[in-house]
């Protein structure tokens, strides 16, 4: 997929770079021929991992955390994207770690967003999840005021004209920590496989499909808009039964043999999840692989501008949540596990 040379001889920083989004979208970027990028992780072994792989002369690696402000105004001298996608993602640990979580999803994101407005940075892209929409628990609570932080930023810009915005999407398929390395542990080990509840369901995406997303909201983004990728949706536990059907004889298990065991919803845990609040949706836009949220026009503001919206529509129905969704079912899901192990 190309961007029309957007990113040609561009300067970048992407914070969280060693992360399963982060470090995706480096490798992405290096092939859209960029200046320089700056992969900006307190992660010093994947810091030393991602060098090693990469062996690139435009990839700067610089140690730091988003929670040290000072680190970041060095990191982004002279920088023209950031993507942020530095967070604390796990969401029993953010419910069990509050103060934590808001340190780094709250703060951190408000030292990116000063940081790039200090440097002059032309275009902020933060990454978001499903699980700011209506929140219930810590993590999603922090998300959605990153991304409340992140919109209204623009404000701040003045003169510099600083352009801040926000990508949404759901659970991406094979990240670190997420689902599927979890249950292919204990799939090898013989099982039990644990799931939260057999109704849950979730939207999903692969990480390059994310990582597609963010680059293209780089191009387009104007200001203060969220964009959020159309993605389809599983039931947990269907996942589970394809995963034992793929997997089992790989690990000289019988399928059969391999318990699938409910232990009940984590704490903050929804049992769906929404791409928008019904609010967004009013204000909602889209194309054929994105939604588009606009932002609200108070009463003092100029008209938004007119190419925000441009190669969307509005969109047809109110209601994204994924009680409601077409579930994909447990052959394609195996095809989609292929494809992620292929690739």
């Known amino acids: 997929m190309m961007y029309n040379d957007f990113y040609k001889n561009k300067k970048i920083l992407v914070t969280g770079g060693v992360g399963s989004i982060g470090s995706n979208l480096v490798k992405k970027l290096l092939a859209l ?9 307190n992660n010093e072994t994947g810091l030393f ?10 990839i700067r690696i610089l140690l730091g955390d988003i929670r040290d402000k000072e680190r970041l105004n060095m990191a982004m001298d002279g920088i023209d994207i950031v993507f942020h996608t530095s967070a604390l993602k796990h969401v029993p640990l953010c419910e069990y770690n509050p103060f934590d979580a808001v340190k780094t999803n709250v703060l951190g994101t408000q030292n990116v967003l000063e940081a790039a407005l200090a440097n002059n940075v032309k275009k902020v892209i933060n990454v978001s999840t499903d699980k700011a929409v209506s929140p219930t628990n810590v993590m999603g609570a922090t998300k959605l005021l990153a991304e409340r932080l ?13 352009v801040f915005s926000s990508v949404r999407f759901g659970n991406v398929l094979n990240s670190r920590g997420s689902v599927i390395p979890l249950f292919r542990k204990q799939i090898h080990d013989g099982g039990p496989v644990t799931i939260t509840d057999k109704q849950m369901t979730r939207f999903f995406m692969e990480i390059s499909a994310a990582s597609d997303l963010i680059l293209q909201a780089g191009e387009i983004a104007k200001g203060r808009e969220i964009f959020i990728l159309k993605m389809p949706a599983f039931r947990i536990a269907d996942l589970a039964e394809a995963m034992i059907e793929e997997y089992a004889p790989q690990y000289g298990h019988r399928p059969e043999d391999i318990v699938v065991k409910t232990i009940g919803k984590r704490t903050g845990e929804k049992l769906y999840e929404d791409l928008m609040a019904d609010e967004e949706a009013e204000r909602a836009y889209e194309r054929n692989n994105m939604f588009l949220i606009i932002p609200h026009i108070l009463s003092h503001e100029s008209p938004l501008n007119p190419l925000m919206t441009e190669g969307f529509k509005k969109i047809k129905t109110m209601n994204y949540s994924s009680r409601n969704a077409r579930l994909v079912n447990k052959e394609e899901i195996k095809r989609i596990l292929r494809e992620i192990m292929h690739n």
Do not use: C, H, M
């Not at 021929?33 to 992780?41: G, L």
């Not at 991992?49 to 435009?58: A, N, V």
């Not at 404000?155 to 510099?160: A, F």
């Open 33 to 41: 021929d960029p200046a320089i990028i700056r992969v900006f992780d």
């Open 49 to 58: 991992d991602l060098e090693q792989e990469l062996r690139s002369e435009k």
């Open 150 to 162: 992140t919109i209204s930023a623009n404000y701040y810009s003045g003169n510099n004209r600083t």
